[in-house]
Nanobody, 126 residues
Framework: QVNLVESGGGLVQAGGSLRLSCIISGRTYTDEGVGWFRRVPGKDREFVASTTWTGRHTYYGDFVKGRFSISTDGALRTVYLQMNSLTPEDTAVYYC???????????????????WGQGTQVTVSS
């Protein structure tokens, strides 16, 4: 089993920044990939970013427009999401996820990810 624990969410004003962290534990997979999704009530999970531990096959959702960046620390088995220039539209619960056999295809689909954290709330005020 794989466990993921997110942290770093909170309340910020528009234009502010937050850095989310996701600590992963449990078994490892040779071709695992990690990603961030977000969700608001009444909507499906939306792809934010994904990558591998080496930084290859890195992708971002179209809405990011250079504002967010995903990074990893393999030694700590931790994934980060740096979010800058936040807007109220970024308000959501942010989830960390792992795809045990990440190939770079369908990276944007939440159905491809096998393990999920509990999420961390991000609220951006105007």
């Amino acid at each position: 089993q794989v466990n993921l624990v997110e942290s770093g969410g909170g309340l910020v004003q528009a234009g502010g920044s937050l850095r989310l962290s996701c600590i992963i534990s449990g078994r490892t997979y040779t071709d695992e990939g990690v990603g961030w999704f977000r969700r608001v009530p009444g909507k499906d999970r939306e792809f934010v970013a994904s990558t591998t531990w080496t930084g290859r096959h890195t992708y971002y959702g179209d809405f990011v427009k250079g504002r967010f960046s995903i990074s990893t620390d393999g030694a700590l088995r931790t994934v980060y999401l740096q979010m800058n220039s936040l807007t109220p539209e970024d308000t959501a619960v942010y989830y960390c996820a792992m795809d045990s056999h990440y190939t770079g295809s369908l990276y944007y689909s939440y159905a491809q990810y096998n393990f999920w954290g509990q999420g961390t709330q991000v609220t951006v005020s105007s």
